[in-house]
């Protein structure tokens, strides 16, 4: 098989393409042959020899990637045949090894890909589409709402506002630079706006008003002035920073204002009913039914550098994806 790895942390064309033998599967596994593989900032955050959030550094040469969708093409030991040419898609845990051609998982992991649903989508539910649904759940937005979503242009940011949409919300969507601002308007939001302008803050007040609740991905001085924007009693919802640095909260910000500020990631995601994998089922689920439509970006297997470099660039839009030859 073929299969992308890492011999030396370092940058994206440390990534290298190599040829390695077959999968075989071990009792209760089966061998999935890989479609698509999922990709994310953790990854990159791996590929540099640093940690990725509780995933230490990885040992070296390895694969990356943690989610991949394909067909069932092997059982190991113990596992019922009839799983033999389904349509799967896995988290693949604390272990790595997406980046490839064939994976190897727990029968366990597996949740069934409907037909037509394609493999992208999948990866986008079962990584990117649990973090969103856990956000949602642990805050949910409502008809009286007044939402701003400032990473709307990143897989994750382009599923809270569909979610907040959905519940009947006013949303703002937000994103950094033209191209990014542009894909917003296929999500039907009551207002876009571009972050990198310096009159984004105002163009909020002035159309929108007071805010009610904040998705916030960024952090760093976009959160911050997201923060500002929250009306007294105001929700904001952490789940990341791209920016660099988590959005910066005072105790005048919750005693003075009455702001609610908390995190969405790790144990409060992991005490949701099913825990981290109940939430991937319901994702697909809500891909499945038709209640999200996941954006992605897609690249060649053999093309993971670039897709690392797009990544880290903020070029790639939605969820990146890569694409094993069939």
């Given at each position: 098989?073929?299969?992308?790895?890492?011999?030396v942390?370092?940058?994206?064309?440390?990534?290298?393409?190599?040829?390695?033998?077959?999968?075989?599967?071990?009792?209760?596994?089966?061998?999935?042959?890989?479609?698509a593989?999922?990709?994310?900032?953790?990854?990159?955050?791996?590929?540099?020899?640093?940690?990725?959030?509780?995933?230490?550094?990885?040992?070296?040469?390895?694969?990356?990637?943690?989610?991949?969708?394909?067909?069932?093409?092997?059982?190991?030991?113990?596992?019922?045949?009839?799983?033999?040419?389904?349509?799967?898609?896995?988290?693949?845990?604390?272990?790595?090894?997406?980046?490839?051609?064939?994976?190897?998982?727990?029968?366990?992991?597996?949740?069934?890909?409907?037909?037509?649903?394609?493999?992208?989508?999948?990866?986008?539910a079962?990584?990117?589409?649990?973090?969103?649904?856990?956000?949602?759940?642990?805050?949910?937005?409502?008809?009286?709402?007044?939402?701003?979503?400032?990473?709307a242009?990143?897989?994750?940011?382009?599923?809270?506002?569909?979610?907040?949409?959905?519940?009947?919300?006013?949303?703002?969507?937000?994103?950094?630079?033209?191209?990014?601002?542009?894909?917003?308007?296929?999500?039907?939001?009551?207002?876009?706006?571009?972050?990198?302008?310096?009159?984004?803050?105002?163009?909020?007040?002035?159309?929108?008003?007071?805010?009610?609740?904040?998705?916030?991905?960024?952090?760093?001085?976009?959160?911050?002035?997201?923060?500002?924007l929250?009306?007294?009693?105001?929700?904001?919802?952490?789940?990341?920073?791209?920016?660099?640095?988590?959005?910066?909260?005072?105790?005048?910000?919750?005693?003075?204002?009455?702001?609610?500020?908390?995190?969405?990631?790790?144990?409060?995601?992991?005490?949701?009913?099913?825990?981290?994998p109940?939430l991937?089922?319901?994702?697909?689920?809500?891909?499945?039914?038709?209640?999200?439509?996941?954006?992605?970006?897609?690249?060649?297997?053999?093309?993971?550098?670039?897709?690392?470099?797009?990544?880290?660039?903020?070029?790639?839009?939605?969820?990146?994806?890569?694409?094993?030859?069939?």
């Open positions: 098989m073929k299969a992308i790895r890492l011999h942390f370092g940058p994206p064309s440390h990534l290298v393409l190599d040829e390695l033998p077959d999968l075989a599967p071990a009792a209760g596994q089966v061998r999935i042959e890989v479609h593989s999922g990709v994310h900032l953790l990854d990159v955050s791996l590929r540099r020899g640093e940690a990725g959030g509780p995933l230490p550094p990885p040992e070296l040469p390895t694969i990356p990637g943690r989610e991949v969708a394909g067909v069932v093409d092997a059982v190991g030991e113990g596992v019922d045949e009839r799983w033999l040419g389904e349509r799967v898609v896995a988290h693949l845990g604390m272990v790595p090894g997406g980046y490839a051609e064939q994976a190897v998982t727990a029968v366990a992991n597996l949740l069934l890909v409907p037909d037509h649903v394609t493999f992208p989508d999948a990866v986008a079962v990584g990117t589409g649990r973090t969103a649904l856990g956000v949602v759940e642990l805050e949910p937005p409502g008809a009286t709402d007044t939402v701003l979503v400032p990473s242009a990143g897989g994750l940011g382009w599923l809270l506002v569909q979610s907040a949409r959905a519940a009947g919300a006013r949303v703002v969507a937000a994103a950094g630079g033209p191209e990014r601002v542009e894909v917003l308007g296929k999500l039907g939001a009551d207002l876009v706006v571009d972050y990198s302008a310096p009159d984004w803050v105002d163009r909020v007040r002035v159309e929108v008003g007071a805010l009610s609740l904040v998705y916030d991905g960024v952090g760093g001085a976009v959160g911050r002035s997201a923060l500002e929250l009306g007294p009693g105001g929700r904001l919802v952490m789940f990341g920073f791209s920016a660099g640095a988590p959005t910066e909260v005072t105790t005048a910000d919750l005693v003075g204002r009455g702001i609610t500020a908390g995190w969405s990631l790790g144990p409060r995601m992991q005490a949701l009913p099913g825990g981290i109940g991937a089922e319901r994702a697909l689920a809500r891909v499945a039914a038709g209640e999200w439509e996941p954006l992605t970006t897609t690249y060649p297997l053999a093309d993971a550098a670039r897709a690392h470099d797009d990544l880290e660039g903020r070029r790639a839009l939605g969820k990146v994806v890569l694409l094993a030859a069939r």
